[in-house]
């Protein structure tokens, strides 16, 4: 069946660091989006990447869609003690419009 | 002031019974969907509904149960025959299943635990 893998599973680091969370589908997206989930709390959405090879920006955060619209990734440059949660990736499949979600990196930051 | 909303926040019941879960929307959203969330197992799909009447079963529908009868309500039933109903359950919507701009809504979740 159709899944989009996500890693690292977990990632420490330390505040100031940067960090990256990664996105695999096995099959081609029409679409991706990235969540977050703070601990406690429920998914918030953060961002959509619809083109080929699109790379978004919001203000720390840097978002890619690859050019086969297989993978994405997520980047945060120098991490803030807010920036503590899982990300999810979400893929809309372009066989069924089903929205397949990836497992989750969850981010924890050193103080 | 829209929103998704679920309820109760915790729910405690003892094995073998059936438990229905709440979920309402005042965004106008046509489609709802349910997920369980499990430690280390991301997001999982469990029905999805794109129309009043009208819902499809996800990946892990089995001893789960909905309806919708209305287009700001999908409320879930958690039967018996659900083996392992323990879970955090999360309610979504959005504007419409399949398109480009279908940004989720997710209503603050309920745990569930069953003893």
């Known amino acids: 069946g159709q899944q989009v893998m996500q890693i690292p599973q977990y990632q420490h680091v330390q505040e100031g660091e940067d960090f990256t969370t990664y996105c695999n589908s096995s099959t081609t997206l029409s679409n991706i989006q990235w969540y977050k989930q703070r601990p406690g709390g429920h998914p918030v959405f953060l961002i959509q990447l619809v083109k080929s090879g699109e790379v978004k920006k919001q203000k720390r955060l840097t978002f890619q869609f690859g050019e086969a619209k297989k993978n994405s990734s997520l980047h945060i440059t120098a991490t803030q003690t807010t920036d503590v949660g899982t990300y999810f990736c979400a893929g809309l499949s372009n066989r069924d419009d089903k929205i397949i979600f990836g497992k989750g990196t969850r981010l924890h930051i050193l103080p | 002031d829209g929103g998704i909303t679920q309820s109760p926040k915790y729910l405690f019941r003892k094995e073998g019974q059936n438990v229905t879960l709440s979920c309402e929307q005042n965004?106008?959203?046509?489609?709802m969907y349910w997920y369980r969330q499990d430690p280390g197992q991301g997001l999982r799909l469990i029905y999805y509904?794109?129309?009043?009447?009208?819902?499809q079963k996800g990946d892990i529908a089995e001893g789960y149960s909905v309806s919708r009868e209305k287009k700001e309500s999908f409320p879930l039933t958690v039967t018996s025959a659900q083996k392992n109903p323990t879970a955090f359950y999360l309610c979504?919507?959005?504007?419409?299943?399949?398109?480009?701009?279908?940004?989720?809504?997710f209503g603050p979740g309920t745990r569930l635990t069953v003893l």
């Open positions: 509904s794109q129309i009043v009447n009208d819902f």
């Open positions: 979504a919507s959005s504007i419409v299943i399949g398109d480009p701009s279908n940004e989720q809504f």
């Open positions: 965004l106008n959203h046509d489609a």
